[in-house]
């Protein structure tokens, strides 16, 4: 990490007073490590927009009764073999499964797969979530 700089930062009293509350209700400590954070996921959504190499997971609930469903995501996971570095599988009840799927790759890519696994019949919801492989951040 480097050498940490003090800046003032002028806000109109309302604004601060809800990032206070904002700042309580998420348990930070105080308002820097709140604004670094802020300042971090929008240098991560900067990586997303230019095609940076992101880190991310694809979680996925599906009917594990569905016919064939099981495979069909199989086989879609193998096409994009070149971007996912691990899945887990998890029995949620008799019927609901978990999958979760961690990808590493171009956002492009990611999202490729992600649209092409939540548009599986029997996909009851898919959703990524994208974050940085730490570079740059």
């Known amino acids: 990490m480097g050498r940490l700089v003090r800046f003032g930062v002028s806000l109109e009293s309302d604004l601060l007073s809800r990032f206070d509350r904002l700042i309580r209700e998420r348990s930070y400590t105080c308002r820097s490590e709140a604004l670094r954070d ?3 996921q929008e240098l991560v959504q900067k ?3 230019e095609g940076s190499e992101i880190a991310g997971a694809v979680t996925l609930i599906y009917d594990h009764h569905r016919r064939e469903l099981v495979n069909t995501l199989m086989d879609i ?32 890519d990611a999202q490729r797969l992600t649209d092409s696994l939540k ?6 919801h898919g959703v990524l979530s994208m974050s940085s492989t730490g570079k740059g951040l």
């Open 38 to 40: 802020l300042i971090r």
């Open 47 to 49: 990586q997303w927009s």
């Open 77 to 108: 996971q193998h096409n994009f073999g070149s971007i996912i570095i691990s899945s887990s599988h998890i029995h949620l009840d008799h019927n609901n499964c978990l999958e979760i799927i961690a990808v590493k790759g171009s956002p492009e």
């Open 119 to 124: 548009s599986v019949k029997g996909v009851k």
